[in-house]
């Protein structure tokens, strides 16, 4: 409810545990498939092939970490330090919240289009639409992500199915299952995932990189990024020059979805970005 050495160390990850079972029983995992699926029209094909594949996963362990290896797929759990119920979770293969989504737009997309965590997730440069959790169900398509926690901490992300219902791997102790969407409590809103690369997306490089308020190492930290990230870049300047890990440069970028402005010695590129314009 996101490298994986890395982001263990992520609230994002969540969960209690429980059993030592390394397999769903055939006919619960039976009986829960068979309510995965699209359940209303007008999504992309792609959308559409994010639901299947993530309907094909319904009876897997959830399991702290899960899906975070070097490529999409599921893997072995780790224990949360936090959570005494997720002690079982290195014996059970599968996914957490955000190794689902991982999985199933990999399987959609091609490629890795969403590594990293919830958080890193929901703000994905490959979102092209977002809805506010006042709007509820109704604007909602099946492969909508939706998300729990807030703007600056999401720590849960979810398929949704259509028709109030969504998959998700919740938390330790249970498996992959169709779900009533829940909208009160801390629920944040949903994003839908573009079919294909949003113009201006790079991939930062390195670990624990930070990004700051202005284009400066003395402003204030933003946000974390435990492990290369995909993120969009709306424009870049030059400014306060920095030096890191045998690097000197004076740009910065101005990225939207963290409100925040990233050297641009962590974002993998020319010095100067090709084609992102200056800022104004």
């Given amino acids: 409810m996101a490298a994986v050495a890395v982001l263990s160390l992520l609230a994002t990850w969540e969960g209690t545990g429980g059993a030592t079972a390394t397999a769903a029983p055939a006919a619960t995992a039976s009986q829960a498939a068979g309510a995965c699926g699209v359940q209303a029209p007008g999504a992309s094909a792609a ?8 309907c094909e996963q319904i009876g897997v362990w959830y399991t702290w970490g899960g899906g975070h290896g070097p490529q999409p797929g ?3 759990g780790q224990v949360d330090p936090s959570d005494p119920d997720s002690a079982h979770d290195p014996e059970r293969l599968g996914f957490d919240c955000s190794g689902l989504v991982r999985y199933a737009y ?7 289009p969403l590594p990293g965590n919830a958080h890193h997730q929901f703000h994905s440069p490959h979102t092209n639409e977002r809805f506010t959790a006042a709007q509820g169900t109704g604007p909602l398509l099946p492969g909508d ?6 703007a600056g901490s999401v720590h849960h992300i979810a398929i949704y199915l259509g028709a109030g219902k969504m998959v998700e791997a919740r938390e330790s102790g249970t498996r992959i299952t169709v779900s009533d969407v829940r909208l009160g409590g801390d629920y944040a809103g949903a994003a839908r995932i573009a079919p294909a690369t949003t113009p201006g997306t790079f991939s930062t490089w390195g ?4 990004t700051h308020e202005e284009p400066s190492t003395g402003s204030p930290r933003v946000h974390r990024f435990p492990g290369p990230t995909s993120v969009r870049v709306e424009c ?8 890191a890990d045998g690097y000197t440069n004076d740009a910065w970028s101005y990225l ?14 020319a010095a100067w970005l090709d084609g992102v314009p200056t800022c104004p």
Wanted: no cysteine.
């Fill in 74 to 76: 599921p893997t072995y």
């Fill in 145 to 150: 992500l939706l998300a729990w926690g807030s």
């Fill in 236 to 243: 870049q300047k030059h400014a306060e020059t920095v030096t």
């Fill in 207 to 210: 670990a624990d990189v930070w």
């Fill in 106 to 112: 990999a399987r959609a997309l091609g490629g890795d």
């Fill in 256 to 269: 939207p979805e963290y409100g925040s402005w990233i050297t641009n010695i962590y974002i993998k590129g």
């Fill in 47 to 54: 959308a559409e092939a994010a639901v299947r594949a993530a």
